[in-house]
């Protein structure tokens, strides 16, 4: 088990989106991994009731050094951690990872904390004062997740992912989602 998170060993490599990386992901990722609206409602629009949320883990814990950095954390400071996997039914589509600083928690924010089942993306588009950085691009090898996840989901290739920081009321926070076979197969047959 790994005290940062119950996904990853260590964070993946991230590197910045640009043009040029989309030829090498699969052309039936491109659009969710570029996609610059809410995944919440694009999944719910596609799923409809069967979209639902399942928390892995949610706990206050040092996040990896690349998180603390792009979220301004001085060393050794803690942040709440929400692991999620998102469905269709019992299918999953997508697991995301958000680090939300103490500070972003205050206020408005506290609202973030006690989310349970509900998606972040569902408040986090529904305020005008969202802001959010450009995206970047992981690519996550079977060796990047922990043994009980890469089993339980099936990770035995790569699996995309991307990242973002996002403001609100100029308190970040940083959402990762990482796009799974379930989705790819949905998209290639559409």
Known sequence: ????????CSTPDYYGARRRTSF??????QSWVFESGSLTRRLQAE????????????????????????????????ALV????????????????SVLPARTLRGAGRRLARLG????????????SLRRSG?????AGAETWLPGIRK????SSPVWGRRSVYALSRRSLLVAEFFLPGLILDEESA
């Open 1 to 8: 088990m790994n005290p940062r998170s119950e996904l990853f």
């Open 24 to 29: 090498v992901i699969p052309r039936a990722l």
């Open 47 to 78: 799923y409809g009731d069967a979209f639902g949320v399942r928390v892995i883990r949610q706990r206050f814990a040092h996040p990896f050094p690349d998180e603390a950095r792009l979220l301004g954390l001085r060393s050794g400071r803690r």
């Open 82 to 97: 929400r692991e999620v996997a998102l469905l269709s039914g019992d299918r999953p589509l997508i697991l995301a990872r």
């Open 117 to 128: 089942n509900r998606p972040l993306g569902g408040i986090l588009f529904a305020s005008r």
């Open 135 to 139: 995206f970047e691009v992981a690519k």
């Open 152 to 155: 339980e989901f099936g990770l």
